[in-house]
């Protein structure tokens, strides 16, 4: 019997939060070791879930927005997990520098 697929993820079974795609790519971010992309400080990687400090996996694209990039390595980021739910899916990430006063 074949497995139903998420909506939102056409031809994917166990695509989202708990497949075995998703387990490695939070993997593969989590080894980089990188900073908050939100706040820009470091996160504490031997923190475990539930603690605010401790790594998450944040969407750049929220995937309720856009589910087709749920897996897509380029729209995943590190982040704090209280960072993520702060900024929730409202799509809006860390503020840019703004424009330049001239072009270098």
Known sequence: MPR???PGVPGRPNAGRTGSVWTRLKRRQRDMRLPCWLCGQ??????QWPDPG???VDHV???SR???????????????????????????????????????
């Open 4 to 6: 139903a697929t998420p």
């Open 42 to 47: 470091p996160i504490d990687y031997d923190l």
């Open 54 to 56: 401790s790594f998450s």
């Open 61 to 63: 694209v929220p995937h």
């Open 66 to 104: 856009s589910p087709e990039l749920r897996e897509d390595p380029g729209n995943l980021r590190s982040s704090h997990l209280l960072c993520n739910q702060k900024r929730g899916d409202r799509g809006d990430g860390p503020p840019a520098l703004g424009l330049l006063s001239e072009r270098w």
